[in-house]
C-alpha cells in the first residue's frame, strides 16, 4: 500500500475524510499524540487498526468526537452521567477521555468485548476539523506500532506504519506530548486508568474525589485483572533496554558516570540539568522545573535513544510520580518494563583495595571515628543463606548442601575458585543479593554516612551507589608478607591470590581517594584522620 502524505490544508483534509468514510485508516495528529484512526462504527475498518498496529484484540480504542452533541447523536454511550458534562465543560476540547457505559452504535472491536466505551474530544485544529468534516466518530489509538513509543510527530508515524495505512495527515508536533489521561466514570469512584497532563488534582477540583488505579503506577501481578487492559502490556519501549534510576539528583549523576567509566554501551535519558555533569551520551527531556516540557519530549526521546550509537541500556532520571510527573513516571517504568533501581538515600562511602594492604584496619579506624561501617564479608555469609541463592548455587555448581540443608560453603570455595570462569559464577549468582543487603543494613543503620567495607566493591557492583570511592594499597612485597603471616600460607599461594584481584593501576584510576599502608601505624592512623575529615567536611 502506498501511503498518502497529506498536510492540514482544507482540501488535503477532505481527501482524509473521504478515505474515513470508505473504512481506510487515517493517522491524525491531535494534542496529545498521533491517532491511527477509522470509522468508530465501522467494525471491519477499525479491525484493520489493530492489524496495522499488531495491537491485542482484547485493548479498548478511544473514540474520538468533534462536539459534545455528537455523543449522544450517534448512539455512542448508554446515557451521560452528570460527572461527564462537568468534566467535558471543563477540560474539553482537551487531553480527557472519559469512559461511560457503551451506546448500541459502537461494535465490539471497538470496546473489545467490554460494556464501556472510552470518548473524548481533541482540541487539535486539525483532529478537529477531520472529525466535523468526516462527521464520524473515530476510534484512534496511539499510531504506532503497539509496543513501541507513541508517535508525537508524523515523521514517527511515518516510521512506523509507512505502507500499512492509507494516510498520514501531517500537523507538526504535538503540544502536549503523552496521551490523555483516562478516567473512569464506570466505578464507585471516579478512577484514574492513565495519568496524562490533567492531573489528579486538577479532575478532583472540579468532580471531587478522584482515585488512581492501582495499575498506573504498579506492576500487575499475573493473576490480576487490568481496568483498562492497555495497562498489562509493556508500552513505549525503545530497542535499547531501559532502566529508571530513582533517588537523589547526584547520586543518579554519580551511578551513570560510574558506570560509564568501565561501560561505554551505556546512555541516558536525563534532563537538561544532568547533562553537563554526565559523561555518558544522553538524550535530555527538558528542564527539571517543566515538567509540560518533558513530557512533550518523552516520546521523542524514547525513539532517539535507538538512534545513540553502541548504546544499548539507557539509563532514565525517574521523575517523582506527582502531578504531571505522574504521566512521566507510569510511560517510563513501562518503557523499562518495571525494570528500576533505588538509589540509596544515605550517603555510601565505598572502601576497598587489594588483599594484605590493611582495608580491614582502616574499617576499624574509621569505625572508631563513630562511621557505621556495613561489611560484604558479613552480607555475603547471609547472602548464601537466601533460599534462591542456594537453589541458585546448586543449578551451578551441582548438590553443594549439607544434609541439614545449609550450604557446604568450604565445598563451594573449592569449586568457584578452581577457575575465573566458575569464580564469575560464583560472584554473578552471590553479587546482587550481597549488594541488596549491603543497601538494606546501611539504610537501616543511624546517621546520613554509612562505610561499604567490600574487597569487591567494583566486582559487584556496590561502587555505583559509592559517593566517593577509598582503595587501600601497599606494595607488592608488603601484602605479600602480611598475607603469608596472617592466612598461614605459602608465598606462591598468597601470590595467586594476590594475582586475581585488580592491579594498583585500576585502583588509581577508579577511586577517589588513595591511602597508602606501607609503614608505621601512625602513618596510617594519620591518613584515616585526613579521610575522616575530608568525610565530614563533605
Ligand atoms: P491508546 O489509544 O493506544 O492510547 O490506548 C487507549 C487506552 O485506553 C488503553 O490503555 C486502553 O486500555 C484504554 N481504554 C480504552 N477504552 C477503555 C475502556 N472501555 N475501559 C478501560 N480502558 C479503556
Ligand atoms: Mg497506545
Not at 496521551?179 to 466514570?185: D, N, P, Q
Request: with cysteine; glycine share 8%; charged share 25%.
Amino acid at each position: 500500500m502506498n501511503t498518502l502524505h497529506l498536510s492540514d490544508t482544507t482540501e488535503d483534509i477532505k481527501a482524509a475524510a473521504a478515505i474515513l468514510r470508505d473504512g481506510g485508516l487515517v493517522a491524525m495528529p491531535t494534542e496529545t499524540v498521533y491517532g491511527l484512526a477509522a470509522n468508530a462504527l465501522d467494525g471491519d475498518a477499525v479491525r484493520r487498526i489493530f492489524e496495522a498496529k499488531g495491537r491485542p484484540m482484547d485493548n479498548p480504542l478511544i473514540v474520538h468526537v468533534a462536539e459534545f452533541s455528537d455523543i449522544r447523536r450517534l448512539g455512542l454511550v448508554a446515557e451521560i452521567p452528570y460527572l461527564a458534562r462537568m468534566l467535558a465543560e471543563a477540560f474539553w476540547p482537551g487531553p480527557l477521555t472519559v469512559i461511560m457505559k457503551k451506546g448500541g452504535a459502537i461494535p465490539d472491536e471497538v470496546s473489545a468485548g467490554l460494556d464501556t466505551v472510552a470518548i473524548r474530544i481533541p482540541s487539535h485544529p486539525a483532529a478537529h476539523r477531520l472529525l466535523a468534516t468526516s462527521g464520524l466518530a473515530l476510534a484512534a489509538p496511539s499510531a504506532n506500532t503497539s509496543g513501541k513509543p507513541s508517535p508525537t510527530t508524523a515523521q514517527h508515524v511515518i516510521d512506523d506504519m509507512d505502507g500499512r495505512i492509507e494516510a498520514v495527515l501531517d500537523g507538526g508536533s504535538c503540544s502536549v506530548g503523552v496521551e490523555s489521561t483516562v478516567i473512569t466514570l464506570v466505578a464507585d469512584v471516579p478512577r484514574i486508568l492513565r495519568p496524562g497532563i490533567i492531573t489528579r488534582e486538577e479532575l478532583e477540583a472540579v468532580i471531587g474525589p478522584v482515585e488512581v488505579d492501582h495499575a498506573v503506577l504498579h506492576q500487575l501481578e499475573n493473576n490480576e485483572r487490568a481496568s483498562s487492559p492497555g495497562m498489562k502490556y509493556k508500552h513505549y519501549a525503545p530497542r535499547a533496554r531501559v532502566i529508571l534510576l530513582r533517588g537523589d539528583d547526584a547520586k543518579y549523576i554519580t551511578y551513570v558516570n560510574r558506570l560509564y567509566a568501565r561501560d561505554q554501551s551505556i546512555g541516558a535519558i536525563c534532563y537538561d540539568e544532568d547533562k553537563p555533569l554526565l559523561n555518558a551520551p544522553c538524550i535530555t527531556i527538558g528542564s527539571m522545573q517543566d515538567e509540560k516540557a518533558q513530557a512533550q519530549a518523552l516520546f521523542d526521546a524514547l525513539r532517539a535513544a535507538d538512534g545513540l550509537t553502541g548504546v544499548k541500556t539507557v539509563y532514565a532520571h525517574c521523575p517523582a510520580a506527582q502531578g504531571v510527573g505522574m504521566a512521566l513516571y507510569n510511560r517510563l517504568i513501562r518503557a523499562a518494563a518495571f525494570e528500576v533501581i533505588d538509589l540509596p538515600k544515605k550517603r555510601i562511602i565505598g572502601l576497598t583495595g587489594q588483599t594484605g594492604a590493611g582495608k580491614s584496619e582502616v574499617s576499624r579506624l574509621l569505625s572508631e571515628r563513630g562511621l557505621p561501617v556495613v561489611s560484604a564479608d558479613a552480607a555475603a555469609r547471609r547472602a548464601v543463606e537466601d533460599s534462591e541463592v542456594k537453589a541458585m548455587l546448586c543449578a551451578a555448581f551441582g548438590d553443594v548442601l549439607r544434609e541439614d540443608g545449609s550450604l557446604d560453603r568450604s565445598l563451594v570455595a573449592r569449586i568457584a575458585f578452581s577457575s575465573r570462569e566458575m569464580t564469575a559464577r560464583l560472584n554473578a549468582i552471590t553479587h546482587p543479593t550481597i549488594a541488596r543487603l549491603m543497601l538494606e543494613e546501611a539504610q537501616a543503620l543511624p546517621g546520613d554516612t554509612v562505610i561499604f567495607d567490600a574487597s569487591q566493591l567494583f566486582e559487584s557492583g556496590e561502587d555505583l551507589f559509592c559517593e566517593r570511592i577509598v582503595g587501600v594499597l601497599a606494595d607488592a612485597e608488603i601484602r605479600l608478607r602480611r598475607i603469608t603471616k596472617r592466612d598461614g600460607i605459602s608465598r606462591e599461594e598468597a601470590a595467586l591470590r594476590m594475582s586475581a584481584q585488580y592491579d594498583e593501576r585500576f585502583f588509581l584510576t577508579y577511586c577517589d581517594d588513595i591511602l597508602y599502608n606501607n609503614g608505621t601505624e601512625q602513618a596510617l592512623s594519620d591518613g584515616v584522620r585526613n579521610l575522616y575529615e575530608g568525610l565530614v567536611r563533605g
